[in-house]
């Protein structure tokens, strides 16, 4: 005798009750795990939320607020916008914030550009040594910036190109990680896409302007915020290179005067808050950019 096993019921979308949205299984979460994923959520928007509304709360706390008391006080009871105003008196900060901004626009052009042509050579073209020079990028990765920092300057020197802004840009003009980022993002396109070109007549610049770039601008927004962000807070190199207090930028200008700032946390609060206002609005004007990158898929139909 054979036995028939009766398979469960399926409903019009062609799934199984099983599998239903909000049935129990994969999908479904208890109360105590919906508890935990909020504490740990709670806890991770404390340690990266927290420092920044400490800094941004002490910057606008009155000189007659106490901001070492036992239990601290997030909201100011005598908020005011002087500490600004002092900072910007006692030190040239919008100078120094037009030198970081010279710095960090070359920093990003220099990734966006660079990275995404040597990604798309490593990852799209055939040639000799390719894997040599895809090996030398993961090799760069392994070594920490202060073992070559020295030779940097010294290379720096040389070209004539010390205590300038440009000597200070040129070394993270294009970041290895960066072009292994452009290189996996152009490797995930189809190869037909590129053959197809090929048969059309297109040449490799004309794949890699009308075909690769398109198709990766969430990755090439990834680039551009993080090498603004790495460039504008960079203070080593540019206290290295630079020698001229007209010329630094803008992290630099406010630990060189630290030591006026020494006896008021509430300067050294609002000065952060200063060079931290770009990297806001960066962010905030390329997000968009990156999340529709990545929505609208690496080929379009």
Request: aromatic share 12%; glycine share 8%; no cysteine.
């Amino acid at each position: 005798m054979t036995t028939v096993t009766e398979r469960p019921a399926q409903v019009q979308d062609g799934t199984t009750p099983a599998r239903r949205k909000g049935s129990f299984g994969f999908n479904s979460v208890s109360p105590r795990e919906k508890v935990v994923r909020y504490l740990l959520l709670v806890f991770v928007l404390l340690i990266t939320i927290g420092p920044f509304l400490w800094q941004l709360s002490t910057s606008l706390k009155g000189s007659g607020e106490d901001i070492y008391t036992r239990i601290p006080q997030l909201l100011p009871s005598q908020p005011t916008f002087h500490h600004y105003k002092e900072v910007t008196d006692t030190i040239p900060v919008w100078d120094y914030a037009r030198n970081s901004l010279l710095v960090a626009v070359l920093v990003v052009g220099g990734n966006v550009i660079g990275a995404s042509l040597a990604g798309f050579a490593i990852s799209r073209l055939q040639f000799r040594g390719r894997r040599i020079v895809l090996g030398l990028f993961l090799a760069t990765l392994v070594l920490p910036g202060e073992v070559t920092i020295i030779s940097q300057y010294v290379t720096v020197r040389e070209l004539g190109l010390a205590n300038t802004l440009f000597g200070v840009a040129l070394p993270g003009m294009i970041g290895a990680l960066n072009v292994l980022l452009m290189y996996n993002a152009f490797r995930a396109l189809p190869l037909e896409v590129d053959q197809a070109a090929i048969v059309d007549g297109a040449n490799a610049w004309q794949r890699f302007v009308y075909i690769g770039l398109p198709s990766v601008r969430g990755t090439v927004s990834v680039i551009a915020i993080f090498a603004f962000i790495g460039a504008w807070d960079d203070f080593l190199w540019p206290l290295i290179v630079l020698t001229d207090p007209n010329k630094y930028t803008l992290t630099v200008g406010l630990q060189y005067l630290s030591g006026t700032f020494s006896n008021n946390p509430r300067l050294i609060a609002a000065g952060t808050m200063i060079a931290f206002i770009p990297i806001v609005i960066v962010f905030a004007t390329l997000q968009r950019f990156f999340f529709k990158g990545v929505e609208e898929g690496a080929v379009k139909g």
